[in-house]
């Protein structure tokens, strides 16, 4: 059910004399759910809608353009966050300290947040009517967390008896037309190796299909009492970049792609720009670099600018920061930058990503840097969507008067990153 609580002016609903309070039943006789449901008749030219006014119960026979809208905006979407059913060996989640601010232990797995914001999400929730709601609505594309395609090794890693269907589900969605970006989080031992050909192998054959990310588990250094797992080093981290490759020759296609942290513990370069594509797994830490350093060399140009700047980042981020930070120094005169690594205590030294520094550590290691510069400049991949908190609930404020320091905050992007270290002015100032 959908409470409708405002009218657009002009707009088909007003012309069905639609009012608000009234009550959206259903569409076709499906049940109208949530949001997804009016989004997606909102653009189809024909259908059947149920709605109760007050007492009573209309009909409505619409017909429109596609270019038409209802015009309706609801008291609620009803897209209440459905959570995870799974117990991984590998959750991140389970690896977070106590005390840390709610939102940070939510364990999502909702199918409805992955069409609309590419979740990732594993589908052992996902019932066979909801699967048929997936297909009717086309909700594509779709990020799936696979692991592993061996039904019993996956019930094992996600330590859930229906985790088995993994297959049978993708090759409906794929045979209705949905397209399916996947993922394999990696545990060292458990479904790489031969594990991963085979998952790979399953996966490439269904025609949905159309990438998998592969990646490895984030290891805290709260696992007391959790699945002992061991991280990937040089050796380990080559072999995996070796297999998949292998992998992909043999197809004759980029469908398994790696993320970056596999190349940077293997010490080995990443990937260049074209290999990627369309980027689809680029939120997942796939093609990362690449990707920066493309929008960062699209965007040179020579400019000058009296400032020293010290930029702090994860381990991994550092050899990357500090190519492009050498480049912008050359290509803008008066400009000096330090960039720094700081080791996450927070969470354990396993941890290397830039995006899971807190305040903390970011300070204690501030406050003891031996050189001059004028401002303290940070990835917004620290941050909340806000830009104003880290992980630990430091506000950006409160980490610039301990530290005494102006904050720059920058985007995550190579151009943001360029033309934010060269000039006052937003990024978005300069592109008007």
């Known amino acids: 059910m959908l409470k409708i609580s405002k009218v657009d002016v002009g707009s088909v609903g007003e012309e069905l004399q639609l009012n608000i309070g009234d009550e959206i039943l259903s569409f076709d006789g499906y049940p109208a759910e949530d949001l997804l449901d009016y989004l997606y008749y909102d653009e189809q030219e024909y259908f059947v809608m149920e709605v109760k006014s007050g007492e009573e119960v209309v009909?409505?026979?619409?017909?429109?353009?596609?270019?038409?809208?209802?015009?309706?905006?609801?008291?609620?979407?009803?897209?209440?966050?459905k959570t995870c059913r799974n117990d991984c060996i590998f959750c991140f989640v389970?690896?977070?300290?106590?005390?840390?601010?709610?939102?940070?232990?939510?364990?999502?797995?909702?199918?409805?947040?992955?069409?609309?914001?590419?979740?990732?999400?594993?589908?052992?929730?996902?019932?066979?009517?909801?699967?048929?709601?997936?297909?009717?609505?086309?909700?594509?594309?779709?990020?799936?967390?696979?692991?592993?395609?061996?039904?019993?090794?996956?019930?094992?890693?996600?330590?859930?008896?229906?985790a088995d269907r993994i297959l049978d589900q993708l090759k409906a969605l794929s045979d209705a037309g949905i397209v399916i970006n996947t993922q394999v989080v990696l545990v060292r031992g458990v479904n790489d190796g031969q594990v991963l050909q085979k998952t790979?192998?399953?996966?490439?054959?269904?025609?949905?299909?159309?990438?998998?990310?592969?990646?490895?588990?984030?290891?805290?250094?709260?696992?007391?009492?959790?699945?002992?797992i061991a991280d990937y080093?040089?050796?380990?981290?080559?072999?995996?970049?070796?297999?998949?490759?292998?992998?992909?020759?043999?197809?004759?296609?980029?469908?398994?792609?790696?993320?970056d942290d596999f190349y940077l513990k293997a010490q080995a370069p990443v990937e260049p720009f074209e290999f990627y594509g369309d980027f689809d797994q680029l939120e997942n830490g796939v093609g990362m670099n690449?990707?920066?350093?493309?929008?960062?060399?699209?965007?040179?140009?020579?400019?000058?600018?009296?400032?020293?700047?010290?930029?702090v980042t994860g381990v991994a981020?550092?050899?990357?920061?500090?190519?492009?930070?050498?480049?912008?120094?050359?290509?803008?005169?008066?400009?000096?930058?330090?960039?720094?690594?700081?080791?996450?205590?927070?969470?354990?030294?396993?941890v290397t990503c830039t995006g899971l520094l807190v305040?903390?550590?970011?300070?204690?290691?501030?406050?003891?840097?031996?050189?001059?510069?004028?401002?303290?400049?940070?990835?917004?991949?620290?941050?909340?969507?806000?830009?104003?908190?880290?992980?630990?609930?430091?506000t950006v404020e409160e980490l610039s008067e301990k530290v005494g320091k102006k904050i720059r905050i920058l985007p995550c992007d190579g151009a943001g990153f360029f033309n934010g270290l060269t000039s006052d002015k937003k990024e978005s100032d300069e592109n008007e």
């Open 233 to 259: 080093d040089m050796q380990s981290s080559a072999e995996v970049i070796a297999l998949v490759k292998r992998f992909n020759d043999g197809i004759g296609r980029n469908f398994a792609i790696i993320a």
């Open 59 to 81: 009909e409505f026979e619409v017909e429109k353009e596609t270019d038409e809208t209802l015009g309706l905006t609801f008291q609620s979407d009803n897209l209440q966050v």
């Open 94 to 162: 389970a690896q977070m300290p106590e005390g840390m601010r709610d939102t940070l232990y939510v364990k999502d797995d909702d199918y409805r947040q992955s069409f609309l914001c590419g979740n990732y999400v594993t589908l052992t929730n996902v019932s066979d009517r909801e699967l048929d709601r997936i297909i009717r609505l086309k909700l594509s594309p779709l990020y799936v967390s696979v692991h592993v395609t061996d039904g019993e090794i996956r019930k094992k890693m996600l330590r859930n008896r229906f």
């Open 317 to 350: 981020s550092k050899p990357l920061i500090e190519t492009a930070a050498k480049t912008t120094e050359a290509y803008c005169e008066g400009l000096k930058i330090y960039v720094e690594a700081v080791e996450n205590r927070f969470f354990g030294s396993t």
């Open 200 to 228: 790979l192998t399953d996966l490439s054959g269904i025609e949905g299909v159309k990438s998998c990310a592969v990646v490895p588990c984030g290891i805290t250094r709260y696992r007391e009492g959790l699945t002992e």
């Open 359 to 394: 305040g903390k550590d970011v300070a204690e290691f501030v406050e003891k840097f031996p050189y001059h510069y004028d401002e303290l400049v940070l990835s917004s991949a620290m941050l909340n969507a806000e830009k104003t908190l880290f992980l630990d609930d430091m």
């Open 290 to 311: 690449a990707f920066f350093l493309h929008e960062f060399r699209r965007v040179l140009t020579k400019k000058h600018y009296d400032k020293t700047f010290l930029i």
